[in-house]
């Protein structure tokens, strides 16, 4: 009720805000990861959806407004560069020194590429994010079920890169 209380001009200014690009593309990374990891369960349990929801996760933060020619390009190193981090740290879960000896670079390099600003802070995110959720899996009982939940994990990010680019051709129309 207090909405339509407001001036027209105001009025104008919530909806532009409420329908803006940063909106829409938020709606539509949330939807992504609902169907991917929603898709995965249905298909191939619990385990499967947590895995590939987290490779989603670690694909969103570079997932920003962007011209329908750069997008794929604009996500594939968050995929690339989390894909071998989660598998070295699912390895590496039951060795502390091993896990220290792999964090440690791998926390500095991705800092260090935050200093990109705009376009080197989210993969350093997605970098850190990859290797954080990595941590937080149980410590698999042997490299079958280390390799399954990489590649569950890997399924989760390279499908929301397709989404994100399909996506964004609608959103850009």
């Not at 190193?77 to 989660?86: E, V």
């Not at 991705?110 to 954080?132: D, E, N, T, V």
């Not at 009982?141 to 990010?157: D, K, Q, R």
Request: proline content about 5%; hydrophobic content about 55%; aromatic content about 10%.
């Amino acid at each position: 009720m207090q909405f339509l209380a407001l001036s027209d001009e105001r009025k104008t200014s919530i909806l532009r805000v409420a329908l803006s690009h940063y909106v829409t593309n938020g709606v539509s990374a949330a939807l992504g990861l609902l169907l991917i990891s929603g898709t995965a369960h249905l298909l191939l349990g619990a385990l499967a959806a947590a895995a590939a929801s987290v490779g989603v996760v670690v694909c969103i933060p570079p997932d920003q407004t962007a011209p329908q020619r750069g997008k794929f390009f604009q996500l594939l190193p968050a995929a690339l560069l989390g894909i071998p981090l989660f598998f070295g740290v699912q390895i590496l879960h039951s060795d502390p020194l091993g896990l220290g000896l792999l964090l440690v670079p791998a926390s500095f390099f991705a800092f260090l590429g935050g200093a990109w600003g705009k376009r080197g802070l989210p993969i350093a995110i997605s970098i850190m994010f990859a290797m954080i959720f990595s941590m937080a899996t149980p410590d698999h009982t042997n490299a079958a079920t280390t390799l399954t939940t990489c590649l569950y994990f890997s399924c989760g990010a390279f499908a929301y890169v397709i989404w994100a680019v399909l996506a964004n051709a609608v959103l850009n129309g």
